[in-house]
C-alpha cells in the first residue's frame, strides 16, 4: 500500500486535504467519495522522487487537449455535486492546473462567466477544445438546472470516446500500415521502375498483352497528370469539408453514414447505447422525463438523431408515451421500445434504460471487433491482389519474349 495526498470537499462544502493509504489510485478515490467527500486533488506522495505507475499518469493532469478536458469535466461534476457555486468550481480547479494554454481557456472562461456571460457560451468561444455537443449539453444542463448530472455523463462519454477511438486505432495499425506502404510501392512502380521496362519491351517488335497494356497506360497518365490528379484530390476534399459544415450537408452525411453497409449498423447501437445511458443515469437522479430528452438531445452529435429526440420531447410533451414516440421515429430497435414499454408501466424506466445501454454498447463492441477483423484481411487480400497484378503485368512480356528467343 502507498500513502495518497488528497484534496477533497466534505458534505458541508469546506475544502479540506489530508492524505490516505492505499492500493491504487481507483481504490483511493472510491474510498474517498464512499466517506462523503469529492476530492478534487489526488496523487501519490513523493510522487516527483519516484516515477508514478501507469495508472496514476492516465489520471494526472495531461497537457493533451483530451486530457485536459476529460479532467477538467470530472473536476467540475464533483465540486458541483458537492454543492459547490458554479464561479467557486472554476477557481478551484484553475488553482489546480499548471501553467497551460488549457489553464488560460479556463481563466478567460471564468472572466466570461463573472462578467455575465453564460457558462456554455463562454466555452464556445474555445471550440478546439471543446466541441457543439459538449457546449450543447452544458447549456442544457444550465437551463435545466442540472449541470452537475450533465457534466457527470460528459465525463462517461468522454472516456467512452477515448476507450472506442483507442480500441479502433490500435486495431487498424497493422492495416493502415499495409495500405501506406502497399501504396508507395505501387507508385514506385508505376512512376520510375515501370518507365525503365519500356525500353525492353519496345526493343522487342511483339504485342504486348492486355494486362501490360492496361498497365503502361495507367502509367502514362499517372506521371504526365500526376499535378492535376493531387490538386483534384485536394479540390474534392476541399468541396467535402466546406459541404459537411453546412447544415443541410451535415444532415445529409449523417444519414449516408447511417445507410452504409456494416458503418451503419455499428452507428446505430452506438448512438442507441448513448441516449438510453445517459437517459438512464438522469431519471434515475430525479430529473423529469422532459427535461431528460431536451439535455441528452445532442449527446450522439448525429443530426438525425437530435431530429428524433426533439420529435420525441415534443410527443412526450403532448401525452404521448415515451415507447409509442420511439416508435413513431423509426431510428430505435424495437426490442428497445419494448423494454422502455415494460419501464413505463412498472415504474423502472430509468433502470430498464441502463440495461439497454449496457446491452447495446455490448453488442457495439462485438460488431466493432467482428468488423475490424474482417477489414484487415480483406485489405491484406485487396492490396496483395494489386501488387500482384503489377508484377504479373511487368513480368509477363520479359516472359514471353524469352519463349520467343
Not at 29 to 57: D, I, M
Not at 130 to 146: D, L
Not at 258 to 279: D, Q, W
Request: with cysteine; charged share 20%; net charge neutral.
Amino acid at each position: 500500500m502507498e500513502e495518497y495526498k488528497y484534496k477533497a470537499i466534505n458534505k458541508e462544502g469546506a475544502t479540506i486535504t489530508g492524505s490516505i493509504m492505499g492500493d491504487s489510485y481507483t481504490k483511493v478515490l472510491r474510498e474517498l467519495e464512499s466517506a462523503g467527500l469529492q476530492p478534487f486533488y489526488l496523487r501519490k506522495a513523493n510522487s516527483q522522487e519516484r516515477r508514478e505507475s501507469k495508472e496514476q499518469r492516465t489520471h494526472s493532469f495531461s497537457s493533451s487537449k483530451h486530457g485536459s478536458v476529460l479532467l477538467f469535466t470530472k473536476q467540475l461534476a464533483n465540486l458541483l455535486k458537492a454543492g459547490i457555486q458554479l464561479d467557486e468550481a472554476l477557481d478551484i480547479i484553475l488553482n489546480i492546473f499548471k501553467e497551460s494554454p488549457f489553464k488560460n481557456v479556463i481563466r478567460r472562461v471564468t472572466e466570461s462567466l463573472k462578467g455575465g456571460r453564460s457558462f456554455a457560451s463562454s466555452l464556445a468561444d474555445y471550440p478546439e477544445y471543446f466541441n457543439n455537443t459538449y457546449v450543447t449539453m452544458i447549456k442544457a444542463g444550465e437551463e435545466s438546472g442540472y449541470l452537475s448530472l450533465v457534466c457527470r455523463q460528459l465525463v462517461d462519454d468522454i472516456e467512452e470516446n477515448h476507450r472506442l477511438r483507442s480500441h479502433i486505432i490500435t486495431s487498424m495499425i497493422y492495416p493502415i500500415i499495409l495500405i501506406v506502404f502497399s501504396l508507395l510501392a505501387v507508385l514506385i512502380v508505376l512512376v520510375y521502375i515501370l518507365p525503365k521496362f519500356i525500353y525492353i519491351y519496345d526493343s522487342y517488335d511483339q504485342s504486348l498483352p492486355l494486362p501490360s497494356i492496361i498497365l503502361l497506360r495507367f502509367s502514362s497518365f499517372i506521371t504526365e497528370n500526376g499535378v492535376s490528379i493531387l490538386l483534384f484530390f485536394f479540390l474534392i476534399i476541399s468541396i467535402f469539408w466546406f459541404y459537411s459544415r453546412t447544415e443541410k450537408g451535415k444532415s445529409n452525411l449523417d444519414q449516408l453514414l447511417l445507410r452504409l453497409p456494416g458503418i451503419g449498423n455499428l452507428l446505430y447501437k452506438l448512438y442507441v447505447s448513448r441516449i438510453t445511458r445517459a437517459l438512464g443515469v438522469l431519471l434515475n437522479n430525479g430529473v423529469p422525463l422532459l427535461k431528460s430528452l431536451k439535455i441528452v438531445r445532442d449527446i450522439t452529435g448525429n443530426t438525425i438523431y437530435s431530429q428524433a429526440m426533439d420529435e420525441l420531447a415534443l410527443q412526450v410533451e403532448r401525452g404521448s408515451p415515451l415507447s409509442q414516440a420511439m416508435s413513431s421515429t423509426g431510428v430505435f430497435p424495437d426490442i428497445s421500445i419494448y423494454l422502455i414499454g415494460v419501464g413505463e408501466r412498472t415504474g423502472e424506466l430509468g433502470n430498464l434504460m441502463t440495461e439497454i445501454a449496457r446491452d447495446l454498447t455490448q453488442e457495439y463492441m462485438e460488431s466493432l471487433d467482428r468488423f475490424l477483423k474482417f477489414f484487415e484481411p480483406s485489405i491484406l487480400i485487396l492490396m496483395g491482389g494489386i501488387i500482384a497484378f503489377l508484377v504479373f503485368a511487368m513480368v509477363l512480356p520479359v516472359m514471353r519474349i524469352n519463349t520467343i528467343m
